[in-house]
């Protein structure tokens, strides 16, 4: 193995390190001064002639993540023995770039030698990070016009693994800002901010008087919990990967969640959606979504919702919400009906539908126009952006 | 002392260390800063702290995190019915208000909390803050004080300097990402399941009396079960549990009796559906292949 050729002037181990430190960070490792020093301080207590040992010293202080701590290693290669991978993208959330940055590599260097992790490489050029930049900017660009495209695009295009995590991820920011509501009651519980006097001087009753024992108050927590119903007839098919992930996000963060699929009948999916791996449970439910298919009958399975599950899954705490795109088999007045009667247990009711975004949408489809009055929020819901812009709403309900 | 020759004292005393581990561990006795674990459950993350305790002959302290975990159950506590009966015991003895209050707001009740005994220990003991990712964020924060200048500020007391500096191990599991500053703050390592040669020697380490062919297909076992799809993972503690049931039944061979062998994997499969993932005929061919 041979060691990377510093320029004359770059003399000096701190000054190398620092170098180290410098190619460590255009690598998205979060590393700063205190690092460096760290690192300077971690080399007087090691034998610095081996190499394995510096890589070892240098690997404890400066990762500080798993992701990070897999790739080390081919960067303390890259930097001291001039090879490896020069600059991977920071930490990429998306196929598309990193497929383009696993293809720069470092200028100078015969790229099939790159690729070959156990053949010696060329002595390369005496200034490996020197004219890195300009050839890499194009790159970064990438990144952030893709992240931000994402939230633009309709969902239906959006079938990566990256893009369902996303979804799953705000479906979990929209469900905490629905449940961050406290009680304005005090409660008596073990620790809290007040004093419970009632029960302190009643206790003291047996301490001749003297308050011994202390009990306290606080303000329970009365969370919100969330009953989703999917509509996943043929309709709304393209949009069910993504929307199965929302309801993913919504579900594995709570355990008083509950989510249902329908199209012609109605299913409980909470349990399969608290699966850990979160593109099995969604490619298992849309195969199961789509093996029905078909037509939609909103109206009697909300009747169903109502008589099988509502009495138990929804009160007036409860918020549910229903994903579809408002067109029914049933005629309207079941859906009217039995929005109404689930309307009575007090909960509010959300309805998304993923036509509201398109231009010129009016809720003409005749379920759509009969469930309007009694809905709390009527909202698009076609891209992530639509999605994450129901925040203050959901805040309000 | 150099990290390698901690890594053989380590394996003394019956933990086989990685490299990495070894180095990181080193690293952070010699600079005092503290060390984070990370890792799947039972790849021995908490066992490394109470190895380093007992190298050191020192003290172990230990703090379980958990939701909802608090300054007063981390740190300090006033002992206030110590306090209430020694105002009432001295109070015809006509003591001005500043000398109860000097009395009552003494070292002799404080209830010390495992952060701030581990600050006040002559001998520097090691402070096992185990799951810290089951606390909240907001008792990061203050472990973020605590851990960055030993110090604790106790309002009627002032501040408590750090008599010696304790050897701080973080563990966590990965439930909740922790924040980049507590990373910062810290020397990391990432501790993985071992590999088959480095079981097999903790195997032997742990049960010196096993059989060595028995040993080899315990630890043969147990790497194929891991690569299967499974909710949880058996770890190390799990592999030496069945190791000890086995040997204990008399098994000299794992194809010996398959119906025995089914019965024993409870040590391993801690799942309902783990269980029902292994069934026998899948148990069998994984000891098809580590016997053969």
Request: proline share 3%.
């Amino acid at each position: 193995m041979k060691a990377t050729r510093f320029p004359a002037t770059a003399s000096g181990v701190s000054e190398r390190f620092s170098g180290f430190m410098a190619h460590l960070r255009s690598n998205g490792l979060a590393v700063g001064v205190s690092e460096s020093a760290s690192v300077l301080n971690a080399l007087s207590l090691i034998d610095i002639n081996d190499r394995d040992d510096v890589r070892l010293a240098c690997k404890a202080v400066c990762v500080n993540h798993a992701d990070d701590y897999q790739q080390f290693d081919q960067l303390f290669k890259a930097y001291w023995f001039n090879r490896g991978r020069e600059r991977q993208a920071l930490r990429e959330t998306n196929t598309a770039t990193k497929k383009t940055s696993q293809s720069t590599f470092q200028p100078g260097v015969d790229s099939t030698q790159q690729l070959s992790a156990s053949g010696d490489s060329d002595e390369a050029d005496d200034n490996p990070d020197g004219d890195n930049d300009s050839a890499h900017s194009g790159d970064g660009k990438l990144v952030a016009s893709t992240s931000t495209n994402l939230e633009k695009i309709d969902l239906r295009e959006l079938m990566t693994p990256e893009s369902l995590q996303r979804a799953e991820q705000l479906a979990a920011k929209l469900a905490a800002a629905m449940r961050d509501r406290r009680s304005r009651r005090r409660r008596a519980a073990k620790r809290g901010a007040l004093l419970d006097l009632r029960r302190v001087m009643r206790a003291s009753v047996s301490h001749g008087g003297e308050p011994l024992e202390l009990f306290k108050r606080h303000k329970p927590d009365r969370p919100v919990n969330i009953v989703a119903l999917l509509d996943v007839s043929g309709s709304m098919t393209v949009y069910a990967r993504v929307f199965l992930s929302f309801l993913k996000g919504l579900v594995s963060n709570d355990r008083r969640t509950d989510a249902y699929l329908f199209h012609t009948s109605l299913v409980r999916v909470s349990d399969t959606l608290r699966d850990h791996d979160t593109l099995r449970a969604v490619n298992r439910l849309s195969l199961m979504a789509q093996g029905f298919g078909g037509g939609t009958k909103i109206g009697s399975n909300l009747q169903r919702f109502n008589q099988q599950y509502a009495a138990h899954t929804v009160n007036g705490r409860s918020v549910v919400i229903i994903f579809s795109d408002g067109y029914d088999t049933d005629p309207p007045e079941i859906l009217a009906s039995a929005l109404q009667r689930l309307k009575k247990r007090g909960c509010r009711i959300l309805w998304l539908n993923p036509l509201k975004g398109w231009k010129d949408y009016e809720p003409v489809a005749r379920g759509m126009a009969a469930a309007l009055p009694w809905l709390d929020l009527f909202a698009a819901a076609n891209t992530l952006d639509s999605l994450a812009a129901l925040e203050p709403h959901l805040e309000r309900l | 002392m150099s990290w390698k020759s901690l890594q053989c004292e380590l394996a003394e005393t019956g933990y086989i260390a990685t490299d990495e581990l070894a180095m990181a561990l080193h690293l952070s006795v010699k600079l005092q800063r503290p060390l984070l674990l990370e890792g799947a459950a039972g790849v021995g993350k908490t066992e490394v702290a109470k190895m380093l305790a007992q190298l050191k002959a020192t003290r172990l302290i230990r703090l379980q995190c958990y939701e909802g975990l608090d300054a007063s159950t981390a740190i300090y506590e006033w002992n206030y019915q110590r306090q209430l009966l020694s105002v009432r015991a001295t109070a015809d003895k006509d003591l001005s208000a500043e000398q109860v209050e000097e009395q009552i707001f003494s070292d002799r009740f404080l209830l010390k909390r495992p952060l701030l005994e581990a600050i006040t220990q002559t001998q520097a003991p090691v402070l096992l803050i185990d799951e810290i990712d089951r606390a909240d964020e907001e008792f990061e924060a203050y472990l973020l004080e605590v851990l960055s200048d030993f110090q604790v500020s106790i309002p009627e007391l002032g501040t408590i300097e750090a008599v010696t500096r304790p050897h701080v191990i973080l563990t966590s599991n990965g439930s909740r990402d922790l924040s980049d500053a507590l990373r910062r703050r810290c020397f990391y390592t990432f501790v993985e399941y071992p590999n088959a040669t480095t079981e097999l020697a903790i195997l032997s380490k742990r049960l010196p009396g096993i059989d060595a062919r028995l040993a080899e297909q315990i630890v043969g076992f147990v790497q194929a079960l891991r690569k299967e799809e499974l909710d949880k993972n058996p770890g190390v503690a799990e592999m030496l549990d069945w190791a000890a049931a086995v040997a204990g039944l008399g098994v000299a061979n794992l194809s010996d009796n398959p119906h025995e062998l089914q019965a024993t994997l409870v040590c391993l499969l801690k799942t309902q559906s783990d269980m029902a993932a292994i069934p026998t005929e899948i148990t069998q061919r994984l000891v098809g292949k580590v016997v053969a």
